[in-house]
């Protein structure tokens, strides 16, 4: 599975930036056994966890800093997965990056939080809030 992530850019403080994760050379039925975990990574800090959906989308899961503000989705029919980010802060500047697990359908409700379980990683897309 390759992973295309998109969406990000420059947004004042306040804006909001919707990023996308495309599934391509996968067939919807591959794309939608795959859970999908949004990370980001500052400059000079560690990647962190973002946000993460399971694979039918029915459950999801944000990180504090993101509660409230960021919306997690997928459409497996279009094996897309989105990261809706309102209220943009300085603090939220980062390469976001959108990572894929496939599951076998035992798991096909379960969230997966940290980056190790991924599989699959985009290329990233950055994201630049100005105060």
């Known amino acids: 599975v390759q992973l295309q992530a998109s969406g990000g850019g420059w947004v004042q403080s306040g804006g909001s930036l919707r990023l996308s994760c495309a599934g391509s050379?996968?067939?919807?039925?591959?794309?939608?056994?795959?859970?999908v975990g949004w990370f980001r990574q500052a400059p000079g800090k560690e990647r962190e966890a973002v946000a993460a959906i399971s694979c039918s989308g029915r459950n999801t899961y944000y990180a504090d800093s993101a509660k409230g503000r960021f919306t997690i989705s997928r459409d497996n029919t279009k094996n897309t997965v989105w990261l809706q980010m309102d209220r943009l802060d300085p603090d939220d500047t980062a390469v976001y990056y959108c990572?894929?697990?496939?599951?076998?359908?035992?798991?096909?409700?379960?969230?997966?939080?940290?980056?190790?379980?991924?599989?699959?990683w985009g290329q990233g897309t950055l994201v630049t809030v100005s105060s």
């Open positions: 050379s996968a067939s919807p039925r591959t794309f939608e056994t795959h859970a």
């Open positions: 990572a894929m697990k496939g599951v076998t359908s035992a798991y096909y409700e379960r969230i997966y939080r940290h980056d190790y379980y991924y599989s699959y």
